[in-house]
Nanobody, 116 residues
């Protein structure tokens, strides 16, 4: 089983930025060769995929965050990051990381609230 521990969420105003981190670990889990992703679940909505990063650092995004969010990884730290800029009210959600495609087990996520 892979353990995901997300952090970095908080309360921000529209237009501000946050950087999320996610540390992944597991006895047989090889982070450096695994595609990682960020997801979010807004209140009353299903969890959605946002961004992914291949082992060679190729990044891909859904259209709604493409020009505002940046995913990155540090294989030495088994950590994946999500830099979020120009945050909007509709970005309010709990943010999760997982492999992409995701495994069955999820971490607790980190909450992001965008409010004026």
């Amino acid at each position: 089983q892979v353990l995901f521990v997300e952090s970095g969420g908080g309360l921000v105003q529209p237009g501000e930025s946050l950087r999320l981190s996610c540390a992944a670990s597991g006895r047989t889990f090889t982070f450096s060769s695994t595609t990682m992703g960020w997801f979010r679940q807004a209140p009353g909505k299903e969890r959605e995929f946002l961004a992914g990063v291949w082992s060679d650092n190729y990044e891909y995004y859904v259209e709604s965050v493409k020009d505002r969010f940046t995913i990155s990884r540090d294989n030495a730290k088994n950590t994946v990051y999500l830099q979020m800029n120009s945050l909007k009210l509709e970005d309010t959600a709990i943010y999760y990381c997982n492999t992409h495609p995701p495994r069955d087990h999820w971490g607790q996520g980190t909450p992001v609230t965008v409010s004026s």
